[in-house]
């Protein structure tokens, strides 16, 4: 069964600090998406990697970094956490033109 | 950049009314899919559909692609409460490989 694992479901963190989320995925993918989620507005793409230490922009890179060392694992940094930054963070990955897959999502508060 | 717009935003039904969400893009698309939100849950993969007004259907979910590749529906016959959810369409432009999601229309279902 394919999968896509986020490190945390719940995290609360204080404005200033770093921030690391982390997604795995198990199918071997070569493409990797990190959204937002927040009422009203969708899902908004952050950053998106199609390889192994390359990445592009999406729509609301501003505040967020990413890293990709391995296939498996996509990163998402937010350097100095905000409280605009307050949101759900979905990580997916998919295969060429196929279907993405999501992970569970992590729910992040920055107080 | 690419733009994809989805309406309504919210819809409340009586539980075995029909309920359609509609989807347009602002580029020409070389295909569409379509994800489920269940509450508290991620996207899940629904359908892809790639032809000029393709019509596909899952039982009481009828999915179509616009004869332009601009605009896409979603139609449920007889909504359950088990249809209750957040359901996304998202285009992927002709060249490159990341979806653009709409906003998405929230179902509710009144038993």
């Known amino acids: 069964d394919v999968k896509v694992t986020q490190s945390s479901r719940y995290l609360v963190k204080r404005t200033g600090e770093k921030v690391f989320l982390e997604c795995v995925q198990d199918?071997?993918?070569?493409?990797m998406f990190w959204y937002r989620q927040d009422p009203g507005l969708g899902l908004r793409l952050i950053y998106f990697?199609?390889?192994?230490?390359?990445?592009e922009k999406g729509d609301i890179p501003e505040g967020y970094s990413v890293s990709r060392e391995k296939k498996e694992r996509f990163s998402l940094i937010l350097e100095s956490a905000s409280t605009n930054q307050t949101s759900m963070y979905l990580c997916?990955?998919?295969?060429?033109?196929?279907?993405?897959?999501f992970g569970p999502g992590t729910r992040l508060t920055v107080t | 950049g690419q733009q994809v717009m989805q309406i309504p935003q919210y819809q409340h039904v009586q539980e075995g009314e029909d309920f359609t969400t509609y989807c347009n893009s602002s580029?020409?698309?070389?295909?569409i899919q379509w994800y489920k939100q269940r509450p508290g849950g991620h996207p899940v993969f629904l359908i892809q559909?790639?032809?000029?007004?393709e019509v596909k259907k899952q039982k009481r979910l009828t999915f179509q692609f616009g004869e332009a590749k601009k605009n896409s529906s979603l139609h449920i016959t007889a909504t359950q409460t088990t249809d209750v959810g957040t359901y996304f369409c998202?285009?992927?432009?002709?060249?490159?490989?990341?979806?653009?999601f709409g906003e998405g229309t929230q179902l509710t279902v009144n038993p």
């Open positions: 997916a990955s998919k295969s060429g033109i196929s279907r993405q897959y």
């Open positions: 199918m071997d993918h070569e493409n």
């Open positions: 990697s199609y390889d192994v230490k390359m990445k």
């Open positions: 580029t020409t698309l070389s295909n």
């Open positions: 559909l790639v032809k000029s007004g």
């Open positions: 998202a285009g992927r432009e002709t060249s490159g490989s990341r979806l653009t």
